[in-house]
């Protein structure tokens, strides 16, 4: 899916059609996922005290079996950034693509 980087569209802090950048809304990174058998949690918990691990952390079972992937595709949000207020808008929608591609506005 192709879309410019700059478009013309209402902002409603400014009440008018601004000059707005296009951009996607980033995943991030995970934040406060404290798996089961993780070490980090074992290590909030006090339960690993002292150096090394004894041979207590490192196994984990085999992801072969479930490491399958089905869709091709992401959901992805679109942020619509005011050049005028630089305040921002998301898409009402988000929407299925495999990749999101700007291009410059040719004039
Ligand atoms: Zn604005």
Redesign the pocket.
């Known amino acids: 899916m192709k879309l410019p980087k700059k478009i013309k569209r209402y ?4 009440n ?1 059609h ?1 000059e ?1 950048k296009v951009d996607i809304v980033s995943t991030g990174h995970k934040r406060g996922t404290l798996k089961r058998g993780s070490l980090t949690r074992a290590k909030k918990r006090h339960a690993m005290p002292g150096m090394g691990n004894k041979g207590k952390w490192g196994s984990k079972p085999a992801v072969k079996s479930w490491n399958r992937k089905t869709k091709t595709t992401t959901r992805k949000t679109i942020i619509y950034t ?6 921002s808008t998301q898409s009402k929608k988000s929407r299925r693509v495999s990749k999101i591609l700007f291009e410059e506005k040719e004039k």
Do not use: E, G, L, N
């Open positions: 902002c409603p802090y400014c008018t601004t707005q005011c050049q005028k207020c630089k305040k």
